[in-house]
């Protein structure tokens, strides 16, 4: 259910930034759906568009009232920044099966 409800929710962002792009909501949604789905790089793609969106509309004065969520994109940018990392660099490392076995109690076969 959820996953269906995060597509309905992306397909809808993407409508709304493509028929008004002056909106900057849509672009947050995106970033959501994105990082909801382990998305991370476009993500990033989406966060950074609406921050560089922010930046616009302060210059504008803030019409919108958007920029009182800056720092909370902000946050949610660096964050999925640093699950790509972590996600890359779990992809180019090798864990030691010592490491990822040090929790688990052997299993005792009983007769």
Avoid at 1 to 20: G, I
Avoid at 65 to 78: C, D, K, W
């Amino acid at each position: 259910m959820r996953r269906k409800a995060s597509w309905r929710r992306q397909k809808t962002d993407r409508l709304a930034n493509e028929h008004n792009p002056e909106l900057g909501i849509p672009l947050t949604g995106l970033g959501d759906v994105a990082m909801d789905q382990g998305r991370y790089q476009e993500a990033i793609k989406w966060y950074q568009a609406f921050l560089t969106f922010l930046t616009n509309e302060k210059q504008k004065g803030d019409p919108q009232n958007l920029t009182i969520y800056e720092e909370e994109y902000q946050a949610q940018y660096e964050q999925a920044n640093m699950k790509l990392k972590i996600l890359r660099d779990s992809m180019t490392s090798i864990v030691l099966r010592e490491i990822i076995t040090r929790g688990l109690k052997p299993i005792s076969f009983k007769d």
